[in-house]
């Protein structure tokens, strides 16, 4: 069983970085699809990046995202990252990170799951507060 737990999380004043580490466990292979979603209080839960685990070159983002957030894992320590930049009062909720195994490495299929929400396993999320 796959165990997702995210950590990194906090609040930073408007224009601020964080980076969010999501430390996996039980993967029984290297092919999966991983992604970032948010929620923010009283919002449906939103997508923020997702890519494949076996493949380089396949991050995908929000439109509300791209460019100032940066998805990357690092698969000796079954790690996945969010690196967020230029933080703004809209970015504030609980992020949480999610597994789907397969994929087959394509950036499309783990960008539909993003979409969707359609992953298999999930952390319990940390708090992220942009304020002045």
């Known amino acids: 069983q796959v165990q997702l737990a995210e950590s990194g999380g906090g609040s930073v004043q408007p224009g601020g970085s964080l980076r969010l580490s999501c430390e996996g466990s039980?993967?029984?292979?290297?092919?999966?699809?991983m992604g970032w979603f948010r929620q923010a209080p009283g919002k449906e839960r939103e997508g923020v990046a997702s890519?494949?685990?076996?493949?380089?070159?396949?991050?995908s983002y929000a439109d509300s995202v791209k460019d100032r957030f940066t998805i990357s894992h690092d698969k000796v320590k079954t790690t996945l990252y969010l690196q967020m930049n230029n933080l703004k009062p809209e970015d504030t909720a609980i992020y949480y990170c999610?597994?789907?195994?397969?994929?087959?490495?394509?950036?499309?299929?783990?960008?539909?799951?993003?979409?969707?929400?359609?992953?298999?396993?999930w952390g319990q999320g940390t708090q992220v507060t942009v304020s002045s």
């Open positions: 999610a597994a789907m195994s397969g994929g087959g490495g394509s950036t499309a299929h783990c960008y539909s799951l993003l979409r969707s929400g359609a992953f298999t396993f």
């Open positions: 039980g993967f029984t292979g290297s092919s999966y699809c």
């Open positions: 890519l494949h685990t076996g493949r380089a070159g396949t991050a």
